[in-house]
């Protein structure tokens, strides 16, 4: 027996473990200070009412034997694939319902799309980056390469058409940095994986989040993605699912003939038996007109103090992006400190936790990501506090 040693490249997973040390010998050595996470990457609020109903009826189903559900299609059930297909259609974008895929969160696809591709492939992705992405690469023995994201391109790298790739990774609006792409932008990614024969994995987990008509939601508004693109959607940051889970995947038919479609197929089939019926009754009710409604007020909720961020940041002049059509905030720290030693300052001096941005990627370094998913009041507070320390 020989084991994964591609393994054995992963980068320690220290980062989150690391800032839960520090914070917890914090706390215990000043009991009395009072701590504000702004760094969290969890939803606060609770699922929205009409997903509670569709759960709880969904429960009840599953104790009648008139009405029970046992094992369900591997793709999802039509009753929230055909919402899902609708969804699309009000942006312009007509796909099959065989088209869609019904999983248990957009982290799970974006590693298991990987089994119909080969370990040949060239993998290319920005940093920072989302750390599943490089990851999920590393454990097969991937050869990956980067565009870079800086200050000067607003953290969108745009294609080097020097460079061949085979897979690029794209989520917008960005986790971390929350840059976002504009149509034009989009293009030219499509474009190049086009010359390139490539396939795009588009992350669209924060779609709702983008408030701006001119900004696309999905990939598939730009031309020539469906002959390209995979995209993969959550419902974990849009509707509160990050401990329901539940997500979908659209593999379009014309990718290669159909065979990538026929292969996710093959392959679900095989080593997937289906996202529960319970919660998938509970993201169909996401769909509907008051679901829709009740989740565009938690997005707002979640945005309000994205933009507080963003409104402080921008008076005191400190250089960001995101918070406006994105739950995250990525800021430039202070000149001469390194991202951790920011990290310590502001814990210690203002009592406020945010992430450092060298944790996604070398390139992170000397920046530091803040969200907008926490308490409205203590986000106010929180971001007084951090200007002030800045001073």
């Not at 792409?181 to 990614?189: R, S």
């Not at 095989?270 to 938690?298: L, M």
Request: hydrophobic share 35%; net charge negative; aromatic share 12%.
């Amino acid at each position: 027996m020989k084991i994964n040693k591609n393994y054995y490249n992963l980068a320690e997973s220290y980062l989150f473990s690391t800032i839960a040390k520090k914070v917890k010998a914090y706390s215990e050595a000043n009991p009395d200070v009072n701590i504000t996470k702004l760094g969290i990457g969890d939803v606060t609020l609770p699922l929205a009412p009409s997903v509670i109903d569709a759960l709880h009826k969904a429960v009840e189903d599953q104790a009648s034997a008139s009405t029970f559900y046992g094992y369900g299609p591997e793709q999802g059930y039509d009753f929230l694939r055909q919402p899902i297909q609708e969804y699309y259609k009000k942006r312009g974008v007509d796909l099959d319902i065989n088209e869609i895929f019904i999983s248990d969160g957009a982290k799970s696809d974006i590693a298991n799309i990987m089994d119909i591709m080969d370990n040949d492939n060239v993998v290319i992705m920005p940093d920072p980056v989302y750390p599943a992405y490089l990851d999920v690469n590393v454990m097969l023995g991937r050869k990956v390469l980067f565009t870079i994201g800086n200050k000067e391109n607003g953290f969108k790298p745009l294609p080097d058409k020097s460079v061949k790739a085979d897979i690029i990774y794209i989520c917008s609006p960005n986790n971390p940095t929350g840059a976002v792409y504009n149509k034009e932008e989009l293009k030219a990614w499509v474009d190049y994986a086009l010359e390139n024969k490539a396939i795009i994995l588009f992350d669209a987990a924060y779609e709702k989040y983008i408030s701006s008509d001119d900004l696309p939601r999905t990939i598939y508004e730009v031309e020539g993605a469906r002959d390209c693109a995979i995209e993969i959607c959550s419902l974990s940051k849009t509707a509160g699912f990050t401990g329901t889970r539940c997500g979908y995947t659209i593999v379009p038919k014309n990718l290669y003939g159909g065979d990538m479609n026929k292969m996710w197929v093959r392959r679900q089939t095989t080593k997937f038996n289906g996202t529960s019926y319970i919660v998938q009754r509970g993201a169909a009710a996401v769909f509907t007109e008051q679901g829709q409604k009740e989740i565009k007020e938690q997005v707002a909720y979640y945005m309000n103090n994205a933009h507080t961020i963003h409104d402080e940041l921008t008076k005191a002049g400190i250089w960001h992006v995101g918070g406006v059509n994105s739950p995250y905030i990525w800021l430039e720290v202070p000149a001469g400190m390194t991202s951790w030693e920011y990290f310590d300052a502001l814990l210690n001096e203002g009592h406020v936790v945010g992430t450092p941005g060298v944790g996604f990627g070398a390139h992170g370094e000397g920046f530091f990501r803040l969200t907008g998913f926490g308490n409205k009041e203590k986000t106010e507070e929180a971001i007084k506090r951090l200007v002030k320390v800045r001073r």
